[in-house]
């Protein structure tokens, strides 16, 4: 089993940045797969970032890479997601969500989520 809780989200101005993170229960945070997904108003929820568990490989949604970057510390059994020049259709509620398989978190359907926080940016 893995709990997560996301913290970090707020109301930005576009062009501004924020620093997303997610705290994992569990003994066994370094063999997950960890990423970010969003979901704006009226939208699918959609994958943002991904990481392996051990940090080598990441992957992006075309729309956020060279803005975003994922990373974690299986130390603190945490994964960050740093965004950068953020812009207003980045608004949404964005997800940690957790699987042994980073195939899994890649097609929408990880094993675990965490509740969400949101995320607003202004024009």
């Known amino acids: 089993q893995v709990r997560l809780v996301e913290s970090g989200g707020g109301l930005v101005q576009a062009g501004g940045s924020l620093r997303l993170s997610c705290a994992a229960s569990?003994?066994?945070?370094?063999?997950?797969?960890m990423g970010w997904f969003r979901q704006a108003p009226g939208k699918e929820r959609e994958f943002v970032a991904g990481?392996?568990?051990?940090?080598?490989?990441?992957y992006y949604a075309d729309s956020v890479k060279g803005r975003f970057t994922i990373s974690r510390d299986n130390a603190k059994n945490t994964v960050d997601l740093q965004m950068n020049s953020l812009k207003p259709e980045d608004t949404a509620v964005y997800y940690c969500?957790?699987?042994?398989?980073?195939?899994?978190?890649?097609?929408?359907?990880?094993?675990?989520w965490g509740q969400g926080t949101q995320v607003t940016v202004a024009s």
């Open positions: 969500a957790a699987d042994l398989h980073i195939g899994r978190l890649r097609d929408g359907v990880p094993g675990y």
């Open positions: 569990g003994r066994t945070f370094s063999s997950y797969a």
């Open positions: 990481i392996i568990w051990s940090g080598g490989s990441t």
